[in-house]
């Protein structure tokens, strides 16, 4: 153990032969990113790698300026001492897991991942390692997702079920990566334009130039005067839920798109009417199928409850161990 | 069991009281009535009796689910709900052209005939219930087989849903569910019926009307002299009836208290009969109320030996006359029903007393009165319309509880553990202590007051600053302190501090003050009125 290749620090992972930090939460002098979700990506660092892909996105989170260096999925580059590699993790558009090869073994990191299919973004693509760092927001046999057909039929059907009682309904996701995979799921099934909050704005255009199909859509903030939204979608993010911009919309259906509805009080508590169980993260079955896939023999867990999915791990015989990222914060490291 | 998954789900998916009741409606409506008198005893929260006990279904669903069975505590302890957590670990079952079966079915040929099997047995049907119900009929299944249904209706609503399907007042509905009710065809038949009350049993209570409370200046009700004024005891609300010879006695709750209280039931003999009186069980020595923990001795008790009876007397005080000579006169103004049952009951008779009203004519002098509360014993008092009728349920308008100020303390949160239904997954039933001697001493538990935002931000907090674990409660560092209300206090054998509190609940987060600055035992023990 004296020689990981990857320890904690800055709330990220730090690579000492590579002399880089992935996702940091702190500035450093050289940065990995997975994806543009503010837990990943921060601004500060004195230079950025990423994918071509999540370019656009990540510019928006950290600034556009000329420390960036973006990288095809696949391709090698070199850092210090070290290999890297950034492959599709399936997430959300342009995110990656990071593959690092030195003389210490070959280490692979999750960022965050999913092995559904989303047509926003390149599925999940595996590749051997010796440790595998996953992700395990969502690390406990409670949470298995339902197809996402079945999910997308269930929004559909409470929109319908809004159009026929004539009042808006408001679904509250994630403005990036979440929202777009639900308009793009849409987008397959029903022309009908979907209204947007304006926080959706630059990220939906960003899935746009990449050549995302999504559905017309119309900005709340350029709607007519006395427009009432009538059996009408519109998307928003979560923090818009209970703010007075949500006047407008009066006699409305809340709904929330997040693997979170899988517990029926996270649904109870946050008093949305609908809860539909769609998530960009790997579920149970998916973490432990990509662990297997990586076939590591050494897993470590980061985000989220790992010490469930490792307890676990090492019931069937594994080397693994929980580390907590958010503690090297204040190390002062 | 379909149609009542549906219903289920349809109420679970939606926050607006309305919406609810037209899909109460909805489906009262199409339901045949066998399977909607089970509905209306789930909806109206009442339960089966205990079928399989928890860590039964734990080692069940550990077992059929092929997960450690740390991991499925992990996983309860996360959720929060045990039918929620079995119905999520317990795999999906593959399609199936299986019909569900009625929701009478179930309960009269699955679940009641349980209660007369070995362990064995049980799980075996536990499991096939597993492998062929989908989701969320799984989800009910275990919520039918754990305990109440807990899906955001009232008793109230589930009323006002049958008399619109009925086209009746709700009052009626309400009194016909009142007391023995059976969830039969027969009953729910007779629920809904056009015809006329003829034939309700003697021992039918009438739907308790509730007061609200008063949250602003009585002044604000009108003229004093519409007003009556009576003390607010701290007791058990209680219905007494005498009908035909017989006698019952009925708590709010609509358990019938019989043979619980021998010296109530023993002045009530002298009653005349088709009476029916609405009052408060008290704790009662010498024309005195005592402390609510001595009624609380009384409260389990379904045969009360001498001792008990001699340590805690209690007294019914009447302060309603719901029926007179077998007439309903709820629609007679309260000041006739008042000198009505002044002719009936004189102002004692053995442990039955008529406590009176207070004379006032002025809302100052009435408000100066209240002052007194405490040294009476009492929480305050209550005000009621001089000419309101005896409505059911908590209506807003014509009686009002006014309650004098709770005391209050700064307490250490020490230990915290999950909640049940909204709160679940989350550390919100938390225990406070405060200094003694012998260090911090737990005096309370209390789970309300705090918002939402707080409530995260301490369920954080506590997880990442947990001590210990006992089971699903977590000991945490002594950090922060709350300002607790509570209603009264007394001396408890029970409990490590010695002391009880009533009805303990969070006022503030107090994150202006230190653990040091939390209150001392002997503060507390100096306001215990013995
Ligand atoms: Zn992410
Ligand atoms: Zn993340």
New interface residues.
Partial sequence: MASDVLVPSAGGLYCAAGNFWIDPLKPVERAVITHAHADHARAGAGEYHSTRAGLPALKARVGADDRHQSHEYGEVFELGDTRVTLFPAGHILGSAWVKIESDAGVWGVSGDFKRALDPTCEAFHSNPCDVWVTECTFG???Y?WPDTAIVIEQIQRWWDDCRDRAVPAVLFCYALGKAQRVMAELAQRTDRAIWLHGAMRPLVDAYREAGVDLPDTRMVSEAEKGERFQGDLILAPPSAAGSPWMRRFKNH?SGFVSGWM?????R????Y??GFILSDHADWPALIETVEDMQASRVITIHG?G??LS??LK?QGLDSERWNLRASLSDGA | MKSFIALYEALDATTSTNAKKAAMVKYFAQARPEDAAWAVYFLTGQRLKRLVNTRELREWTSEYSGLPDWLVEESYEHVGDLAETMALLTPEPGPSELQLPALSVMVEQVLRPMADLDDEQRQAIVVRQWQSLPGNARFVFNKLITGALRVGVSKRLVTRALSELAGLDSGMIAHRMMGNWQPTAEQFQKLISKEHDQDLEDSTPYPFFLASPLEIEPNALGLARDWSAEWKWDGIRAQLIRRNGRLYIWSRGEDLLEGRFPEIEQAARDLPDGIVLDGEIMAWRDGQPLPFARLQTRIGRKKPGAKTLQQAPVAFLAFDLLEYDGQDIRQRPLADRYSLMKTVLPTQCGQLLLPGRIEFSQWDALARLRESSRERGVEGLMLKRLNSTYQHGRKRGDWWKWKVDPFTFDGVLIYAQPGHGRRSGLFTDYTFAVHSDQGLVPVAKAYSGLTQAEIDELDRWIRAHTRERFGPVRSVDAVHVFELAFEGIARSKRHKSGVALRFPRIHRWRRDLKVDQADQLKDLEQLIAD
Avoid at chain 1, 262 to 266: A, Q, S, T, V, W
């Fill in positions: 406990l046999p409670v298995r259906s899988r517990i029926r009080g996270n109870r508590r946050r008093g009417d609908r409850n010490e469930a307890g676990y019931a």
